[in-house]
């Protein structure tokens, strides 16, 4: 069993920076794909970023490219998004995902919900204009 626990939301102004951080636990965490999803008030979830096992490969949705970034430290079963230059747009509730039993050791990376086997119970990140 694989439980992701966010943390790092928060209330800041448009133009500022935060970083979430989502810890993990699980014997293969280091193996797998991650992803950032995120939720806004009356919206679909929608795919933010994601990272291969290695972080070799990233892939980022167009709303954020440029502005966020995806990164893991394996050695500490958590996977990180720094946002910088965030707009109102971007408030939501933030979610980890990690595929736990696809593609071990792959590089490939999946904006798809269903690539990923375990969720996170979300962070808020709200940005004020």
């Known amino acids: 069993q694989v439980q992701l626990v966010e943390s790092g939301g928060g209330l800041v102004q448009a133009g500022d920076s935060l970083r979430l951080a989502c810890a993990a636990s699980?014997?293969?965490?280091?193996?797998?794909?991650m992803g950032w999803f995120r939720q806004a008030p009356g919206k679909e979830r929608e795919f933010v970023a994601a990272t291969s096992w290695s972080g070799g490969n990233t892939y980022y949705a167009n709303s954020v490219k440029g502005r966020f970034t995806i990164s893991r430290d394996n050695a500490k079963n958590t996977v990180y998004l720094q946002m910088n230059s965030l707009k109102p747009e971007d408030t939501a509730v933030y979610y980890c995902a990690a595929d736990q039993t696809r593609r071990r050791f792959s590089d490939y990376v999946t904006a798809d919900e269903s690539g990923y086997d375990y969720w996170g119970q979300g962070t808020q990140v709200t940005v004020s204009s």
């Open positions: 699980g014997r293969t965490f280091s193996s797998y794909a």
